[in-house]
T-cell receptor, first 108, second 115 residues
């Protein structure tokens, strides 16, 4: 089952620019998490935001959560070529359900 | 930190044969394990949830007789793809958790190719 819809599906930017990815979901959640996946590799956990939190920061990452709109966003500031990867939101309802993902390409 | 080992990382098998994938929690007891499948350029789709000592709960559309899941101990879950077909070729990833608030730890995935 797929819980989250992400947009855009793909995003291409230059190094130094900011990248914003959005995630919408359908049901109540315990928390929402963001993951990164390099091509053909495993998942890297980026950040978790609880349902009673509205914003969270970690390094160059900023995540927001709006439970009334059932949406979240991930902002990567000052992007680098090494940020090129697929990014997934995942909603936690006692199991993790992943969104459709955004493929980010950062050009040097 | 919590570590989950998934083995093998890559496997090639012939059509009609069965393949077993193992998922082990190395430094914690995983009361619940999850199995996901990911086709190229797509997201992770949850296949099933398994609790130690209980039958797995399969997501809608996942054939339980084709994808056999065993979670016989608190540190090991296995996924067996039976009578594999080329369309079963995919990336399979497991994750494990101790409790709801413990967080999820993912294995590094298994790339299955059925020829």
């Amino acid at each position: 089952s797929q819980q989250g819809e992400e947009d855009p599906q793909a995003l291409s930017i230059q190094e130094g620019e900011n990248a914003t990815m959005n995630c919408s979901y359908k049901t109540s959640i315990n928390n929402l998490q963001w993951y990164r996946q390099n091509s053909g590799r495993g998942l890297v956990h980026l950040i978790l935001i609880r349902s009673n939190e509205r914003e969270k920061h970690s390094g160059r990452l900023r995540v927001t959560l709006d439970t009334s709109k059932k949406s979240s966003s991930l902002l990567i500031t000052a992007s680098r070529a090494a940020d090129t990867a697929s990014y997934f939101c995942a909603t936690d309802t006692d199991k993790l359900i992943f969104g459709t993902g955004t493929r980010l390409q950062v050009f040097p | 930190g919590a570590v989950v080992s998934q083995h093998p990382s890559r496997v090639i098998c012939k059509s009609g044969t069965s393949v077993k994938i193992e998922c082990r929690s190395l430094d914690f007891q995983a009361t619940t394990m999850f199995w996901y499948r990911q086709f190229p350029k797509q997201s992770l789709m949850l296949m099933a949830t398994s609790n130690e000592g209980s039958k797995a709960t399969y997501e809608q559309g996942v054939e339980k007789d084709k994808f056999l899941i065993n979670h016989a101990s608190l540190t090991l879950s296995t996924l067996t793809v039976t009578s594999a077909h080329p369309e079963d070729s995919s990336f399979y990833i497991c994750s494990a958790t101790l409790t709801v608030n413990y967080g999820y730890t993912f294995g590094s995935g298994t790339r299955l190719t059925v020829v």
